[in-house]
């Protein structure tokens, strides 16, 4: 079964604290207490989205991480690729692993397509979309419209 990691799910909960303080930044210590994520594993995460330069860091007093773009430029693609690899159901998509029966296979098109299809969804989500969710009635209202555009 396909399953996205943990390590995927806490960046996104981290990028989202990152994208409400935007413009200024915000601390470890702030996006640890807000989203209950230990501070050794979040500073390793935040490591890897700082390689991926989706953000900067800065230490000191006044210190903390800030988003290097803005948030409608970044989407939850940009942020569980670098952490996750690509989207990838099934091995015989996977460019790294491949699978010799990919012609004669019936169901090949079927992965390939719900991989796209994930993909999509992920590269349509912004952060700026995040922050404007409020309610339950906005979260359904953005998720129908967001399924609707990948079909």
Request: net charge positive; proline share 6%.
């Given at each position: 079964m396909f399953k996205l990691s943990?390590?995927?799910r806490y960046a996104v909960r981290a990028m989202y604290e990152i994208a409400k303080a935007y413009p200024n930044g915000v601390t470890l210590d702030?996006?640890?207490d807000y989203q209950e994520i230990s501070r050794?594993?979040?500073?390793?995460?935040?490591?890897?989205?700082?390689?991926?330069?989706?953000i900067k860091s800065s230490r000191g007093p006044?210190?903390?991480?800030?988003?290097?773009?803005?948030?409608?430029?970044?989407?939850?693609?940009?942020?569980?690729?670098?952490l996750?690899?690509?989207?990838c159901i099934a091995s015989c998509i996977d460019p790294t692993e491949g699978c010799e029966k990919i012609e004669d296979c019936?169901?090949?098109?079927?992965w390939k397509k719900v991989?796209?299809?994930?993909?999509?969804?992920l590269k349509q989500v912004k952060l700026s979309d995040l922050l404007k969710i409020e309610t339950e009635k906005?979260?359904?209202?953005?998720?129908?419209?967001?399924t609707a555009t990948c079909l």
């Open positions: 943990t390590k995927g702030q996006i640890s050794v594993y979040l500073a390793q995460i935040l490591n890897r989205l700082r390689q991926a330069r989706l006044g210190g903390g991480y800030v988003l290097r773009r803005l948030p409608e430029e970044i989407s939850l693609y940009d942020i569980l690729e670098p996750e690899g690509p989207v019936m169901v090949y098109p079927i991989a796209q299809y994930i993909e999509c969804l906005d979260k359904k209202k953005f998720v129908d419209q967001l």
